[in-house]
């Protein structure tokens, strides 16, 4: 039996006890938990001497399951026969002791007497919810799931709903890890319960072993597609299907063509480009959406299609290679996109995005400051995007060498939202902004207000940047090498990552003795990271796990580590290791409750 439902069994049948077990002063408090210690160790002559006991006592029918299963085990079939019966007599209404006969007469190897019991037990089955369920229930208990198939069956036919008990037969579907039937009554049941659909994808994609589970599941797909051509639901799940498979052309396909048969407005295919995006596929992506564009401006999707387009190539522009030309493009894209909608509340992101182009990608540091300080000006922009714009401008004010101008935006936003995630988000660019330039004691100041915010980001961010300037500012010379880190954090924040490499270099080779080395290896990390060096970014990081056990970034190390095993370098198997090692070496760490959830799901634990 799985060890999971056998420990949620004796559960029940001790808890369903308890209170008759402290009522009876023959057995010893411990006597219970001893029984089912000797049965889970495989002890069961001794289980079954104490079981008998507890059996044998007043109000102690809940213990008939685990002392028959014992009995079972034991292969004492006379016992066991003469307890059922003595229960069915005490009991006549209760199918549960017919059952366990029929499972004492498997055991014994006489099946036909044993289907005979249980079929005679199913055809008396009423038309009662309550009762098929109870009914289903007990097959379960002994393991006999496929009369507990067979009793649900026949509850949809007394009920008259081929949907009855759907979530009660794929739990057991899924336990028995039966594939054909568990597509079945997926796709049986989704038209009717939508919201069912993430479950469904979860619990496949874990029972599924290979392309041909996925391409059977396909074929039932297509089947129903034909039958049933408008039904949605099926086109989402075909669409996932090509997706876990990466055909990621074959579901843009299959929904262009649900889109032109159905004549749909492109909400399907809209809402199904972010599973593109977020799967990588950014050049399907592209073409979904440019699909959508040529529906013209009436569409309601017309709008929203030209801008997460450019989002997604603003994506793509922006990770690692890319040329100076496609960032012009992009650049034009944005610039034509506000040309013909304005400069208004609705088109904030393009005004934002262009000016991120501008300042970090293409050297036009001015255009940006401008275009911020204009849109600054824009009517009906709420509090909170008018807050957000002043950081971004303050950030550029730094690149166009206004540091002084900088700090008065972060300030200015921090006393505005105070207490708030946009006003701690400034103070903390205060600090950055103070530890570049070398002025660490008021960076630090800053820091230590920080510990305390709400977002556990910021916090936990502020409480690095603390340790680093209380670790590395006890002498003069440990200033000074901190300052080199504080240049290049500078030219990595200004996106100019060679220079960045080649200032963390020189730190070892000016103070050869400096406590930065974990430091510079993070740093390292992360250009090569945004760079898409994702080989030698887990590199370094393993190295700085290995021989910085305790240093302030080794949590962040890890679980960064685990991250690009799982989604970059596509290794299961080592990201489950390093996300087990946050786990229980950095139990307090910010990132070891995601680590946790991550951890459960690449095990494939129950959803």
């Known amino acids: 039996m799985n060890r999971s439902i056998f420990i949620f069994i004796l559960f029940f049948y001790c808890s369903a006890n308890a209170q008759s077990l402290r009522m009876n002063r023959n057995i010893a408090p411990d006597e219970s938990a001893l029984a089912i210690q000797y049965y889970q160790e495989g002890d069961y002559e001794k289980a079954a001497v104490l079981f008998e006991k507890l059996f044998s006592s007043p109000n102690n029918e809940g213990y008939f399951d ?48 044993a289907n005979k019991i249980f079929n005679d037990v199913i055809s008396k089955l009423p038309k009662d919810e309550f009762k098929i ?65 993430p479950q469904a994808e979860a619990v496949l994609s874990m029972v599924f072993e290979d392309k041909t589970d996925y391409q059977t599941f396909q074929a039932g797909i297509l089947k129903k597609i034909q039958r049933e051509p408008d039904t949605e639901i099926y086109i989402q799940l075909l669409t996932w299907n090509y997706i876990q498979q990466q055909e990621y052309d074959m579901a843009l396909r299959q929904l262009i063509a649900y889109d032109k048969r159905t004549k749909a407005d492109g909400g399907t295919l809209f809402n199904a480009i972010y599973t593109f995006v977020d799967n990588g596929a950014y050049e399907t992506a592209i073409k979904a959406y440019e699909y959508l564009i040529t529906k013209g401006k009436e569409n309601q999707y017309y709008l929203p299609a030209k801008i997460e387009m450019l989002n997604t190539k603003y994506s793509i522009q922006t990770k690692g290679k890319y040329s100076k030309a496609d960032l012009d493009l992009l650049a034009k894209d944005y610039q034509v996109l506000l040309d013909e909608s304005g400069k208004n509340k609705n088109t904030l992101f393009a005004i934002n995005k262009l000016a991120n182009l501008q300042a970090y990608y293409l050297n036009q540091e001015p255009k940006a400051e401008k275009g911020l300080e204009e ?36 300030e200015q936003v921090s ?15 205060s600090a950055k902004l103070s530890f570049y330039q070398g002025n660490f004691d008021y960076s630090n100041g800053q820091c230590l207000i920080l510990k305390t915010a709400t977002s556990q980001l910021i916090a936990n961010d502020a409480l690095n940047l603390s340790l680093l300037i209380t670790d590395n500012t006890q002498m003069p010379a440990d200033s000074s090498a901190l300052k080199m880190y504080a240049d290049a954090e500078m030219l990595v924040f200004r996106n100019l990552p060679d220079r960045a490499v080649k200032k963390l270099d020189s730190i070892s ?68 290791i390093y996300f087990q090692k946050l786990i229980t070496d950095y139990p307090g760490s910010m990132f070891s409750a995601e680590a946790r959830k991550r951890f459960r799901n690449l095990r494939g634990d129950g959803v």
């Open 415 to 429: 006393k505005q939202f105070e207490g708030q995630a946009i006003g701690n988000e400034a103070r903390y660019r």
């Open 66 to 113: 685990i002392y028959f299963n014992t009995l079972l085990k034991l292969k004492k079939y006379d016992a066991a026969e003469k307890i059922v019966k003595k229960q069915i007599k005490l009991s006549p209404q209760s199918e549960m002791y017919s059952i366990a006969l029929g499972k004492l007469y498997q055991e014994k190897g006489d099946a036909p007497a």
């Open 509 to 576: 080779i000016s103070y050869p003795q400096n406590s930065l080395a974990d430091a510079i290896m993070m740093s390292k990390a992360k250009i090569l990271i945004k760079s898409e060096d994702f080989v030698n970014a887990s590199v370094i990081l393993k190295k700085m796990t290995d021989e910085f056990k305790d240093g302030i970034w080794t949590d962040d190390a890890l679980f960064t580590l685990a991250d690009l095993y799982e989604k970059k370098l596509n290794d299961i198997a080592q990201a489950k």
């Open 375 to 410: 849109a600054l000006q824009i009517p009906g922009i709420n509090a909170q995007d008018i807050g957000q714009l002043k950081l971004d401008l303050g950030d550029i004010y730094i690149l166009t060498e206004q540091p002084w101008e900088a700090f008065l935006v972060y």
């Open 133 to 197: 369920r109870m009914l289903a229930n007990s097959f379960y208990r002994f393991e006999n799931y496929e009369y507990a198939i067979q009793t649900f069956k026949q509850g949809r036919k007394l009920m008259g709903d081929e949907k009855a008990f759907a979530f009660e037969l794929l739990n057991i579907y899924r336990f028995k890890k039966d594939k054909p039937m568990l597509m079945q009554e997926y796709l049986d049941i989704l038209p009717s319960t939508p919201q069912l659909l």
